[in-house]
C-alpha cells in the first residue's frame, strides 16, 4: 500500500530532475527566487508560472506572500517523468505538498492521474505589465496611462482571482495613501464608472502592495472575491491616474515608472 509523506524541497531552477519509478510528487504550494517569471515544466511540458515578488522561496517581513498556495491547480509529477523551473539564471524553486511513495506494480490514484493530465491545460500563472512616464517628465493631475493590455486567444481564458500588486516608483517625495489608483477596463469599459463628487474611481495603489511587508501593507490585495473573466479575444485594461490633484514629479534623472504584477488562472479550451 502506497506510502504518504510530506514534500518540502528546494530544487535548482534551469535543472532537469526525473522522479523514481514508485515516486510521485503533488505540488501544493511553490516559491522561487527568480526575479523574473519562470515557468515550471512537467513531462518538458510547460505549466505553473511564478517569479519571487508573487511567490518567494519563504515568507519574510520584506515579502510576506510565502509560497504561492496552487489551490485545486496543484502540480502533480508522476513516476518516471521529468521536472525542471526554468527562469532566472541561478534562481532555485521551492515546492511543497506531498510525496506518495507507491508499493512495487502499483498504479497512482485516479484523481491524481486526471490532475497530471489537466494540469498543462489549467494551470495559475502571472499577469504583468509596466509603464514609464519618461525621464524627468512631471506626470499631471488626473492624467491616466495603461499598465497592461492583456488580449487572450481565442481559445484561451484568463481569470484574475487571487494576488493582485503594483508599484510606483521614482516619485519626489515618496507615494502616499490617496495619490494614485488602479482601474480595471474590460473591452474599453471601466468597472467602476458610478462614483460621487470628489470621491476619484479606482483602487488605491498603496492597498496592492508590491510586494506586502512590514514597512508597507502586510495584507496582500485579492480578487479571490471579485474575479475578472477575460475571454478570448477581449481585452483587459489595466491602467493608473494620479488622482491627488496635483502634478508629480520624478526624482532628477529617473522616469515614474509604474509595475504590476496579478495571479490569474489561465485555461486553454480544448
Known amino acids: 500500500m502506497a506510502k504518504t509523506i510530506p514534500?518540502?524541497?528546494?530544487?535548482?531552477?534551469?535543472?532537469?530532475?526525473?522522479?523514481?519509478?514508485?515516486?510521485?510528487?503533488?505540488?501544493?504550494?511553490i516559491g522561487t527566487s527568480s526575479a523574473t517569471t519562470g515557468q515550471l515544466y512537467i513531462d518538458r511540458k510547460p505549466t505553473t508560472k511564478i517569479n519571487s515578488t508573487v511567490?518567494?522561496?519563504?515568507?519574510?517581513?520584506?515579502?510576506?506572500?510565502?509560497?504561492?498556495?496552487?489551490?485545486?491547480?496543484?502540480?502533480?509529477?508522476?513516476?518516471?517523468?521529468?521536472?525542471?523551473?526554468?527562469?532566472?539564471?541561478?534562481?532555485k524553486v521551492r515546492i511543497a505538498?506531498?510525496?506518495?511513495?507507491?508499493?512495487p506494480m502499483e498504479t497512482p490514484d485516479k484523481g491524481l492521474m486526471d490532475r497530471a493530465d489537466m494540469q498543462f491545460k489549467d494551470y495559475l500563472t502571472v499577469v504583468e505589465g509596466s509603464y514609464s512616464h519618461g525621464t524627468d517628465a512631471a506626470w499631471?493631475?488626473?492624467?491616466?496611462?495603461?499598465?497592461l493590455a492583456l488580449t487572450p486567444k481565442t481559445i484561451e481564458e484568463y481569470v484574475l482571482n487571487n494576488i493582485v500588486m503594483?508599484?510606483?516608483?521614482?516619485?519626489?517625495?515618496g507615494v502616499s495613501a490617496g495619490e494614485w489608483a488602479i482601474r480595471f477596463f474590460l473591452e474599453n469599459s471601466p468597472f467602476e464608472f458610478v462614483y460621487g463628487t470628489p470621491i476619484k474611481p479606482g483602487?488605491?495603489?498603496?492597498?496592492?502592495?508590491?510586494?506586502?511587508?512590514?514597512?508597507?501593507?502586510?495584507?496582500?490585495?485579492?480578487?479571490?472575491?471579485?474575479?475578472?473573466?477575460v475571454l478570448g479575444d477581449k481585452t483587459l485594461s489595466v491602467r493608473i491616474a494620479n488622482i491627488s490633484g496635483a502634478n508629480k514629479s520624478p526624482t532628477t534623472g529617473t522616469s515614474i515608472t509604474v509595475t504590476f504584477n496579478a495571479v490569474a488562472r489561465y485555461t486553454v479550451k480544448v
Open 203 to 229: 483602487i488605491d495603489v498603496t492597498a496592492m502592495p508590491m510586494p506586502p511587508a512590514g514597512t508597507t501593507e502586510m495584507k496582500p490585495f485579492s480578487l479571490a472575491d471579485f474575479p475578472i473573466a
Open 55 to 91: 511567490a518567494p522561496l519563504a515568507t519574510t517581513t520584506s515579502n510576506l506572500n510565502g509560497l504561492l498556495d496552487l489551490g485545486g491547480l496543484f502540480n502533480v509529477v508522476l513516476p518516471e517523468t521529468k521536472l525542471q523551473f526554468v527562469g532566472a539564471s541561478g534562481c
Open 166 to 173: 503594483a508599484n510606483v516608483a521614482n516619485v519626489s517625495g
Open 7 to 29: 514534500l518540502d524541497k528546494v530544487l535548482a531552477g534551469n535543472t532537469e530532475y526525473e522522479t523514481d519509478d514508485r515516486e510521485l510528487l503533488v505540488i501544493k504550494r
Open 140 to 147: 499631471a493631475a488626473d492624467i491616466e496611462k495603461e499598465i
Open 97 to 103: 505538498g506531498y510525496k506518495v511513495q507507491l508499493d
